[in-house]
C-alpha cells in the first residue's frame, strides 16, 4: 500500500474502506453509542493508492468528497475537494524538487486563493528533514527539525515558532542562536533561526525492540521536561498500552487497545479504554469499525 494507506494501518489489496469511529457514555445505566466523528470511505486503485474519499454526514449521506492525482511514479500531485453538488472547495497541489529535496504543498481555497504552504526538505541522508508550514503571506507558523534513527524512526524533534512581535527574541536557555550547531544522529547539523522565530520545545524518542515500545519525552523551551509517554505496540505497530505520566513521573492516564481482525490481519474493531484513575478500573471509551473490501 501507499504512504496515504500506511497511515490507517491497511495490508493487501484494499479497495474501499468505510470507518466509523464512536464515543461510549451511560444513558440510564445502558452504554449509549455516538459518532465522535464524520464517516469516510476510502477507495483505492489495484496498485495502493488512495483515488477517492468521501466524507459522511451523521446520518450517512454525503458531505465532500476528495479526489486524488498521481504521475506515472504514483507520487500524489493534487487532491481537490468537492461538495454535494459537484462544485469545488479546496484543491491542495504537491510540488517535489528533487535537486533541493523538496516537497511543497499548497492549499487554496475554491477561488483559487492560497490559504496555507508547508514545505518539508530532507539532508542528502534520510535521517534529517525539516519541515515548515506558512499562512498565505509568507510567515511561519511551525517548523520542525527531524532526526531520524537508522531504521528511519524519529528520535529527536526541535519545535521553532513564529515570533513576529519579537523580532529579536531568540532563546537564550538553550543556545540556540543563528547557525547554531546541534548534534544529531552521528553528526552535526547548522540549524539557523532567523530573527522572528523562536525555539518552543523539543520531543525525544527512546526505543525499546525487546519490548516493542517507544518512550517520549517532551520538553518545554527551557529545557524543563514537561511530560512523558510510554507506548507499547503490537506486531503492526499499532498501539496497545499507552501510559502517561507528569514530570514527576506520577501518571497521568493509560489507554489500552484491543483489535479484531480479518483474514489479511487488517482489523475491523478497534477498542479503545482509559483508566479511571478515581476507582483504578479500565472503561471502554471508544469503538472505531471498519468495514474493508478487496481485490
Not at 521553532?160 to 538553550?174: G, R, V, Y
Request: with cysteine.
Amino acid at each position: 500500500m501507499n504512504n496515504y494507506s500506511n497511515m490507517i494501518k491497511l495490508f493487501g489489496p484494499v479497495r474501499t474502506v468505510h470507518i466509523t469511529t464512536v464515543k461510549l457514555s451511560a444513558d440510564d445505566g445502558k452504554l449509549k453509542e455516538e459518532l465522535v466523528q464524520s464517516p469516510r470511505t476510502i477507495e483505492y486503485d489495484i496498485s495502493g493508492h488512495a483515488i477517492e474519499e468521501v466524507l459522511h454526514k451523521h446520518d450517512g449521506s454525503i458531505h465532500s468528497k476528495s479526489v486524488f492525482t498521481y504521475d506515472a511514479e504514483g507520487v500524489l500531485l493534487e487532491q481537490i475537494r468537492l461538495d454535494l453538488g459537484g462544485s469545488l472547495m479546496s484543491r491542495t497541489t504537491y510540488v517535489r524538487d528533487p535537486e533541493q529535496c523538496k516537497v511543497e504543498k499548497s492549499v487554496y481555497d475554491n477561488n483559487g486563493v492560497l490559504l496555507e504552504k508547508s514545505v518539508q526538505t530532507t539532508d542528502e541522508t534520510p535521517d534529517y528533514k525539516v519541515t515548515a508550514s506558512y499562512n498565505a503571506e509568507g510567515q511561519l507558523i511551525l517548523k520542525g527539525v527531524h532526526f531520524s534513527d537508522d531504521q528511519g524512526r524519529l528520535i529527536r524533534l526541535i519545535i521553532i515558532k513564529s515570533a513576529p512581535n519579537e523580532p529579536t527574541m531568540l532563546s537564550l536557555h538553550k543556545g540556540i542562536d543563528e547557525n547554531k550547531i546541534v548534534e544529531g544522529r552521528g553528526k552535526n547539523i547548522a540549524l539557523t533561526v532567523s530573527h522572528n522565530e523562536l525555539f518552543a520545545g523539543e520531543i525525544k524518542y527512546i526505543y525499546n525492540e525487546e519490548k516493542n515500545s517507544e518512550e517520549e519525552f517532551i520538553y518545554k523551551d527551557d529545557g524543563s521536561l514537561v511530560r512523558r509517554k510510554i507506548t507499547v505496540f503490537d506486531e503492526a505497530r499499532s498501539p496497545v498500552e499507552v501510559f502517561d505520566y507528569h514530570a514527576d513521573g506520577s501518571l497521568v492516564g493509560k489507554e489500552t487497545y484491543t483489535r479484531e481482525f480479518d483474514s489479511q490481519k487488517n482489523w475491523i474493531k478497534q477498542t479503545k479504554s482509559k483508566l479511571n484513575l478515581e476507582i483504578h478500573t479500565l472503561e471502554t471509551v471508544e469503538i472505531a469499525r471498519r468495514a474493508i473490501t478487496y481485490y
